[in-house]
């Protein structure tokens, strides 16, 4: 215990380190979001990937501010060995959060609940708090954030230079996500304030270009080429757009003047439709958050490696402002350079030749349709009109095995599924589904047995067997934290201690078991 806080420890993969960066990427990732939000909470430990690796060789890249501990893999807890890593697990060892996205979130959240005053980290969070919340397997931006991405700069810095062809696709995409049209709570306020903005650009505007345009009509070549030098100069000099100044403010603790006259009519009576779209500032839009945190580390190292091999691929524009807009925020020149982290500067991202871009900047099209909202087709229809429309007849005939059926009354009462936060008749229809596959895994189980519930929601399978089968190990997984907190809750009640909870995607689970279950899918394994 710390001041009252429960002490977690932290478990990051390390494969290898080279120059400023550590592998794989997600150590990386993981370790610069601890020294940015100045977090201390947590004992961090990396776990080689070989009993060989040397500890000495870690060092230059791991952040000043942070004491990091090497543990082997067979010394990990049994809940930690049973999960990819990066992990965080409570002191006792009951409670396991793996995969980047649920790490980096619960960082986050530990922060602030720890220090209030840090209400920038949380704002990393988004609007809502739901940046990368909802899992890979559901969410294309998660997934190009938390898996894609790291994967192909991890494939692209390992593979040997001369088999450097083009701009990794998923990096392409990226750039492409960065120029589709910005989303955000309140957005038509600030679109209007946008087109306001640009109409009074546009008045102040004209007149100056025409006046040096009209100073510089010449057919001498010179003068013309100052002329186009002077444009250059006022499109360098423009003040910084409203999406910036808007996210900057937001930064800093500011909010932006608001106009003290009302909008002109005729940018009231705008149609939505007709007003300017909002453009990036940052990866999911106009603010900085924990997407951008998780991006960084992975675009500089893909970066670094370009700019080694004479790979000039700056000529990616979105990503290269991005990059370099995401510097300007407040803490990550200082995080960088506390991870030894150097960051590169327009004079070393040179250009490609227009024709060279467009042979890099070629999306496959196996990946833009890989990445496409598959149409759904279905409902919610009733499952009995559906099996009718496809000339199935139901028919329905009493329990084949009658005796599966638990008294739930003879159960402590947290066992019970309304003990999960439900209505009364929603916990009994949920104790009749519970019935079969209670009964089917008590019959198959013997001691000494693994038994996983996967998606387990509040725990209403799992906790049950975990009270009914005290000679077996039950494993909750499941990907929201306030479901699994619950379940946990009901099994420290319970005084359970045969009960393992894991926060995570179900591909982070690499475990073994004996018998796995789910009243999601209602199947046994």
């Known amino acids: 215990m710390k001041g009252g806080v429960t002490e977690e420890h932290l478990y990051l ?34 776990v080689p990937s070989s009993d060989s690796t040397d500890d000495q060789v870690f060092g230059k890249a791991q952040p000043d501010d942070l004491e990091v501990h090497f543990v082997s893999r067979c010394q990990l807890p049994l809940v930690v060995q049973s999960c990819c890593l990066p992990a965080i697990v409570e002191e006792k060892g009951k409670f396991c959060r793996a995969g980047l996205s649920v790490v980096l979130r619960h960082i986050i959240q530990k922060t602030y609940e ?3 005053s840090k209400k920038l980290v949380l704002e990393l969070l988004g609007f809502k708090k739901t940046c990368l919340k909802a899992c890979a397997e559901v969410s294309q931006w998660t997934r190009l954030c938390e898996i894609s991405i790291p994967q192909a700069v991890e494939s692209l810095l390992n593979a040997s230079p001369d088999q450097y062809q083009a701009i990794p696709p998923e ?31 546009d008045k102040t505007a004209a007149p100056a270009l025409a006046k040096r345009a009209t100073k510089n009509l010449s057919p001498e070549g010179n003068q013309v080429d100052q002329a186009q030098k002077e444009i250059v100069e006022i499109k360098d000099q423009e003040p910084a ?43 999911e839009g106009l603010y900085f958050t924990l997407a951008d945190v998780v991006l960084l580390p992975c675009i500089h190292q893909f970066l670094v490696f370009s700019k080694k091999h004479n790979k000039k691929v700056l000529d990616l524009p979105l990503i290269s402002s991005w990059y370099h807009r995401v510097q300007e925020v407040p803490g990550v020149k200082s995080t960088a350079a506390k991870c030894n ?25 196996d990946l833009e349709e890989e990445h496409e909202d598959n149409q759904f087709i279905g409902g919610p229809r009733p499952t009995m009109t559906k099996l009718m429309e496809s000339g199935i007849e139901a028919k329905f005939s009493p329990h084949p095995c009658p005796r599966w059926t638990l008294d739930w009354n003879s159960l402590p009462a947290a066992v019970s599924p309304g003990e999960g936060k439900m209505s009364s008749d929603r916990a009994l229809r949920k104790q009749q589904q519970l019935n079969n596959l209670v009964s089917m895994v008590t019959k198959l189980s013997k001691p000494g047995d693994v038994i996983v519930d996967f998606c387990s929601g509040g725990g209403h399978v799992g906790i049950v067997l975990a009270h009914m089968l005290p000679s077996c190990q039950v494993v909750l997984i499941e990907n929201k934290e306030l479901s699994l907190e619950r379940a946990k809750d009901r099994s420290d009640e319970l005084r359970l201690h045969n009960i393992w909870f894991i926060q995570a995607n179900l591909d982070y689970f690499k475990g073994t078991f004996n018998i796995g279950s789910s009243v999601q899918g209602s199947f046994i394994l």
């Open 13 to 46: 993969a390390y494969s290898h380190q080279f120059e400023d960066c550590i592998f794989p990427l997600h150590t990386s990732v993981s370790l610069f979001l601890l020294s940015y939000c100045d977090c201390k909470l947590f004992k961090v430990f990396l």
């Open 114 to 116: 720890v220090d209030p």
């Open 171 to 201: 990096v392409l995409l990226l750039e492409k996500k960065l120029g589709e049209p910005v989303r955000v709570h309140n957005d038509d306020k600030i679109r209007r304030q946008k087109l306001q903005q640009q109409k009074a650009d």
């Open 241 to 283: 757009s409203l999406e910036q100044r808007v996210a900057f403010s937001k930064l800093v603790g500011q909010e932006i003047p608001a106009t003290t006259s009302r909008e002109p009519s005729h940018i009231r009576k705008t149609k939505t439709s007709d007003l300017p779209p909002l453009e990036h500032v940052f990866a």
């Open 341 to 365: 982290m150097q960051f590169l500067q327009f004079p070393d991202l040179l250009s490609f030749p227009d024709e060279q871009l467009r042979a890099f900047c070629i999306i496959p099209d």
